[in-house]
Every structure is written in structure tokens, then in C-alpha cells.
């Protein structure tokens, strides 16, 4: 296994790897960019089928967050952990504060929240034994976990989506499907459902969309089929990768936007995307709602300042990048990474409400 040779290390500055006997963690902490600050992500347990599956994609996933960081315009750096075990079973209250441990071992170079298999009831466990960690309500004032913020973003990047491709100001029975209904597919549900939406979605946990389907109305989807469906927006809420050379000339949707981490394949996907007549908004672009609010929350500000600068994102930058691609002839992957980069490159700061 190679590690500053792996196609995904990307000029990282740390990968940490630590286990913990006596509660079997087994966990990576990757940074890969402090220019703006000590880098924030979130963790997430996976059941990877192998060490390099979980190499590959903390690695993956903490080049996001810098990407993510500078293009909202946060003062953080990018970072994220995983912790290699079945959530449903393997997850136990040592084995998060032993998780809770290792982030002091890093001195609060990198923060924690949570990610896919890690929830807010987690995150406080992990917060038994370190400061550095956020995302959860006994550290702020009536703000908690950042899924719905995430999903609130990925709402207004819908709308973004929807004015700009078809030409339509509001999302009544605009027909969107969602690969995931969990902590974010599920509230993106709701919400859209709120304004008329028409939702299908799908679950690879039976449980989970059963309770999608009960309690919002959604109409259930195999989930080998969710992709392909003939809807207006395909919003993918699960595991990375999704939107790839076999993926993307089956789709239907003439837009995609939702919270995945790592959506496209590789870079040539946007490309593919944009040749297919399909507009993709950036996913670490329109999913960075639970960034900002996690952001805000650690470093002390309120409720209000985190929906205006996730509202800033869904109304000058996502309609800033598709204008600047269609103009460009670029994707639209291409033009928010050339704009991150910039940002993170520069090292320059920004002025916020926080910290
Ligand atoms: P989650 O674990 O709560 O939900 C993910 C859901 O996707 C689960 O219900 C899982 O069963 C389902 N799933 C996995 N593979 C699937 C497949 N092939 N088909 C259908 N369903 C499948 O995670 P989450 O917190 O809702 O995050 C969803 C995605 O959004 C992840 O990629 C995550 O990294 C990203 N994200 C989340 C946040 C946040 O605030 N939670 C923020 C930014 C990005």
C-alpha cells in the first residue's frame, strides 16, 4: 500500500493512523491543507472492505474539506477521519472515547464532527474526552447536530439548480430522487416535500426508507435503480463515487445535487456530466450547510449567521460557478475547484462573524 504515491494524497500534510487495544479502534486522521486555519471534518465509520479502501477515502474526503473550507469562505483547513468498523455493530462507548483520545494526541490540529455512521449522540461521547470536537447542542445556544443544516443547503442548491437549468422559481412538482435517506437524505425529503416536490428515494437499510416512506410519503425505489430514474433533480445522500463512466449515461436527470462527499468518480467525470447536457452543483459546494454550522457553533455564533452564509452560498456562489461554466465551457467541478484553490493557495483570510 503506498501512501504519498496514492493518486489520492494530493500534497497532504498528515496522515495519522492509531489503534487502540483495548477497545479495538482502529482509526485515520488525515489533514490535508492548514493554510486557513487547523483543519475541521467530520469522522466516519464505514465497514471498508480493506485498509486501502479507508486510506483512500479519509484521504479523499479531507482534500474535500479544504476545498469546501476555502470556497464557502471559512477560516478552517481540511481534514477527516475514519474509523474502520461496522457502525451498527462494532461502534461502543470505549471505542468513541478512545476516538475522543486520539483527537488530543493531534493537540487540536485537526476537529472532529460527524459523518456517515457517526451521529451527534456519538459526537458527545467522543466530547467526554476532548475539546476538540463539534457539532453537537450542550456547546451552543439551540443548535445542534449539522445534518439539517447540510440538507437546508442542499435545499437552497436545489432551487439554485432548478432557476438556472429550467428556468423554474419554485419546486412544486419538480421530481426529485434521493439515493439515501439518512441523516440528510431524510430531512432533504422533508423539505422538499414541504414545497410541493415530488420525492422517490432509496436505502440500502430497509428500516430507513420504510420510515421515509411512513412518515413523508416518499415513493421507495430500489436502491439499484435510484440513479436511473426519470426525474428532474437526482440528489445522491450516500457514499462517494456514484456518478462515474457507467453511472452517467444512464441518467435521466438534467440535474444533480445533493450532500455525497466525493460524488464524481474522477475529475473526468464532471466532464462527462457537462457533455450529457446534465448540470452538476458541486457537492462540496452545495453540501457545505453542516461545515458552516459546525464551524460557526465551535467558534461562537449564532443561529442566524449560519443560515445567511448557507443562504450566500445557494445565492451568489452556486449561480457565480454555473455562470462562469457555461461562459467557460468548463464543469462546473472545474470552475469551483480553480476557485477554491485559489482561496487556499493565497492563505488569505476572511472576514467573519466567528472566531
Ligand atoms: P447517513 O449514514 O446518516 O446516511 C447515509 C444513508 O445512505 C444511509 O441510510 C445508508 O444506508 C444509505 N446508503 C449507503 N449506500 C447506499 C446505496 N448504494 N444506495 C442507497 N442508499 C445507500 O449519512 P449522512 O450524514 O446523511 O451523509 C450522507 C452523505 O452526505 C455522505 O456522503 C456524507 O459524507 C455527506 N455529507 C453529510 C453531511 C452531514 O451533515 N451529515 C455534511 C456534508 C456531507
Given at each position: 500500500m503506498s501512501v504519498f504515491s496514492h493518486p489520492e494524497f494530493d500534497g497532504h500534510e498528515k496522515l495519522v493512523f492509531h489503534h487502540d487495544r483495548s477497545s479495538g479502534l482502529k482509526a485515520i486522521v488525515a489533514i490535508h491543507n492548514t493554510n486557513l486555519g487547523n483543519a475541521l471534518g467530520g469522522c466516519r465509520m464505514w465497514n471498508y472492505a480493506s485498509d486501502d479502501e479507508a486510506i483512500a477515502d479519509v484521504l479523499r474526503l479531507s482534500k474535500g474539506m479544504t476545498y469546501k473550507a476555502a470556497i464557502t469562505g471559512l477560516n478552517i483547513g481540511g481534514g477527516k477521519s475514519v474509523i474502520i468498523?461496522?457502525?451498527?455493530?462494532?461502534?461502543?462507548p470505549e471505542l468513541l472515547r478512545a476516538m475522543g483520545r486520539f483527537m488530543n494526541s493531534l493537540n487540536g490540529e485537526y476537529i472532529t464532527a460527524e459523518d456517515v455512521g457517526i451521529y451527534e449522540e456519538d459526537v458527545k461521547v467522543i466530547a467526554s474526552e476532548t475539546?476538540?470536537?463539534?457539532?453537537?447542542?450542550?456547546?451552543?445556544?439551540?443548535i445542534n447536530g449539522p445534518s439539517p443544516y447540510t440538507a437546508y443547503g442542499v435545499f437552497r442548491g436545489i432551487e439554485a439548480a432548478v432557476r438556472f437549468r429550467?428556468?423554474?422559481?419554485?419546486?412544486?412538482?419538480i421530481r426529485v430522487a434521493i439515493q439515501g435517506v439518512g441523516k440528510v437524505g431524510f430531512e432533504l425529503a422533508q423539505l422538499l416535500i414541504n414545497v410541493g416536490a415530488e420525492v422517490s428515494a432509496a436505502d440500502i437499510f430497509t428500516d430507513s426508507l420504510e420510515r421515509a416512506v411512513r412518515e413523508l410519503g416518499v415513493i421507495p425505489v430500489p436502491a439499484d435503480q435510484i440513479l436511473y430514474q426519470q426525474v428532474d433533480v437526482l440528489a445522491?445522500?450516500?457514499?462517494?463515487?456514484?456518478?462515474?463512466k457507467e453511472t452517467i449515461p444512464q441518467l435521466k436527470a438534467r440535474i444533480v445535487a445533493g450532500s455525497?462527499?466525493?460524488?464524481?468518480?474522477?475529475?473526468?467525470d464532471g466532464e462527462r456530466l457537462t457533455e450529457a447536457g446534465i448540470l452538476y452543483v458541486p457537492d462540496y459546494v452545495i453540501n457545505a450547510g453542516g461545515l458552516i454550522k459546525v464551524y460557526y457553533q465551535y467558534f461562537g455564533a449564532d443561529r442566524q449567521e449560519v443560515i445567511r452564509h448557507i443562504d450566500q452560498i445557494a445565492e451568489e456562489t452556486l449561480p457565480r460557478i454555473f455562470s462562469v461554466a457555461r461562459e467557460l465551457r468548463k464543469p462546473t467541478s472545474v470552475i469551483a475547484d480553480e476557485l477554491a484553490r485559489e482561496r487556499f493557495m493565497s492563505g488569505e483570510l476572511a472576514q467573519t462573524d466567528a472566531a
Open positions: 468498523g461496522n457502525p451498527r455493530r462494532d461502534k461502543t475539546e476538540y470536537v463539534t457539532g453537537f447542542d450542550s456547546n451552543s445556544v439551540g429550467l428556468g423554474r422559481n419554485n419546486l412544486k412538482g445522491p445522500c450516500a457514499m462517494g463515487a456514484t456518478l462515474n455525497a462527499n466525493n460524488q464524481l468518480g474522477d475529475r473526468s
